[in-house]
């Protein structure tokens, strides 16, 4: 019972103050269901780990993969449970395409595009009313850039060596070929029955082929890296193609002296006291010249332009790629070398420089774009039954340096692959009837093993169509092994056979 002087607390005041409550309450519930419902929708479809994605994946046929010319890369099986399951076109494509499996989840393209496969990648509106519908999932097929026909030849041009091959057209930045060795079997990890023991036998493998070489696995390039070195030489005005260094030609025979270091070369026999320019250093993979255009161009400059082309960073791509590097970044000069032996060595491709061989191909595709680097891409277009067809085109990296600039060093590359001296480094690198440009590398690695063997290039160089990058682990020299395989896959290609 109420005291006589007990204020009582109107009725409709607290109805009303109950009211605002719940209305501010419903309020926040219905925003945050159409934020995560239609905002952040595509987010949780494209999540690999999202409930409706890993169910779709036990009932739904996934979209189709295929080459550029309709061949079904990645095709869908039932098993006795009336499960889906994939299958895939052969080994060559595994790093690729990667697998799909119930047990061991996604890799490759089907990890990357999961959800777009499944049919669950949209517009988030399309999406949102989709979860009401009976048949809410719409797989995309997907298109990709690359050939079935040159992916087979590459795989098969490594054989037994591991190593990696990319193969790219530098107008468009389509991906040819993205070959990795060793290949696996990804239909036996996607098969439920042979799942276990597949996956289980490549985990304990030294060879480490679950390892996507081309794009994740990480390299030192040797002297495939005077490309950019040239490119930052050139781009930031430190040379000209027509600078020689007085120092060069005496230091052929006793090596360049680099603060207690000596950078010694292999060629002074053929050259003898002659001082050499941009293309004739390139020809003979001159180490003395290329350190000393690092040192004069810069540390700070060198880093800069590489960053330019993808180093330091994941490159812009449909796969995870590993970060290229020219140095650690760990020493107080500019550019975070440690002193002028670090950035010398780093200027003929050793030192702390690591690569990938996607990256490398990038390097090459910007000289033969005349100085523009194109993204490099795999898929062309994503198809739907209900959201039809979506394609995807070219986009631009920006320009690097250049067209003057990409011309001199296109000279330059054409003269390690034809010129008379050349030759000796880049055997078989040529394409017959063709004008071909590229560089060989030799990779040391600093112990008792042999060196990893590379070659970039392009054909043909006055218009070029088609970029390569090859490098063989630890097979030798880059023009014994790499610049012959590279020579051959261009001739398939711009012969017709890609």
């Not at 895939?88 to 790093?95: D, V």
């Not at 690092?294 to 449909?318: C, H, I, K, Q, W």
């Not at 030759?423 to 040391?444: M, W």
Request: glycine share 12%; charged share 20%; aromatic share 6%.
């Amino acid at each position: 019972m109420l005291g006589a002087g007990a204020a009582r607390r109107p009725l409709g005041r607290t109805t009303v103050h109950v009211a605002i409550v719940l209305s501010v309450a419903f309020g926040l519930l219905a925003a945050a269901a159409g934020y995560w419902g239609v905002v952040k929708a595509p987010d949780l479809a494209d999540s690999p780990n999202d409930a409706a994605v890993i169910a779709a994946g036990r009932t739904v046929p996934r979209g189709l993969i295929r080459d550029r010319t309709g061949k079904v890369l990645a095709d869908n099986k039932r098993d006795a449970n009336g499960e889906s399951y994939r299958v895939y076109a052969g080994r060559q494509i595994s790093q690729v395409v990667g697998y799909a499996s119930a047990t061991y989840g996604r890799a490759g393209l089907e990890r990357s595009f999961d959800a777009e496969l499944t049919g669950l990648a949209g517009d988030p509106v399309s999406d949102a009313f989709a979860k009401f519908g009976a048949d809410r999932y719409d797989p995309k097929d997907l298109t990709l850039s690359l050939s079935w026909d040159l992916q087979k030849a590459a795989v098969a041009a490594l054989g037994k060596h591991r190593g990696a091959i990319v193969m790219l057209d530098p107008k468009t930045g389509e991906v040819l070929a993205l070959a990795s060795t060793p290949t696996y079997d990804a239909s036996a990890i996607a098969n439920p029955d042979t799942a276990k023991a597949t996956f289980e036998g490549l985990q304990g493998s030294a060879d480490q082929p679950l390892l996507p070489r081309a794009t994740l696995g990480r390299y030192v390039p040797g002297s495939v890296f005077k490309i950019v070195t040239a490119v930052a030489g050139l781009g930031s005005k430190s040379i000209t193609p027509d600078t020689t260094f007085k120092q060069q030609p005496a230091a052929e025979k006793n090596g360049l002296l680099v603060d207690g270091y000596r950078v010694r070369d292999g060629h002074h026999p053929v050259t003898g006291s002659k001082a050499l320019d941009l293309t004739g250093a390139t020809e003979v993979s001159c180490n003395i010249y290329y350190a000393l255009t690092g040192l004069r161009t810069g540390g700070a400059n060198l880093v800069s332009y590489a960053e330019r082309m993808g180093f330091d960073a994941a490159l812009p791509f449909d796969l995870p790629t590993a970060a290229s590097q020219v140095t650690n970044g760990q020493g107080k000069q500019p550019g975070g070398f440690t002193d002028d032996v670090e950035l010398a060595n780093a200027s003929y491709g050793q030192a702390e420089t690591f690569v990938t061989p996607l990256q490398m191909a990038l390097v090459a595709s910007t000289v033969a774009n005349d100085g523009e680097l194109m993204q490099p891409r795999l898929v062309t277009s994503m198809t739907g039954k209900r959201s039809g067809t979506r394609t995807i085109g070219p986009k631009s990296m920006g320009r690097i340096i250049s067209a003057t600039d990409a011309q001199s060093i296109n000279t330059a590359m054409v003269a390690a692959v034809e010129g008379n001296l050349g030759q000796q480094f880049t055997s078989g690198a040529k394409v017959p009837g063709i004008t071909t440009a590229g560089k060989s590398g030799t990779a040391q690695l600093g112990g008792t093993g042999e060196p990893h063997s590379w070659f970039i290039g392009f054909a043909p160089a006055e218009n070029p169509t088609v970029v390569i990058a090859v490098i063989v682990e630890q097979a030798g020299r880059g023009g014994e092994i790499a610049a012959p395989i590279a020579g051959d896959l261009m001739t398939l290609y711009l012969k017709g056979g890609g």
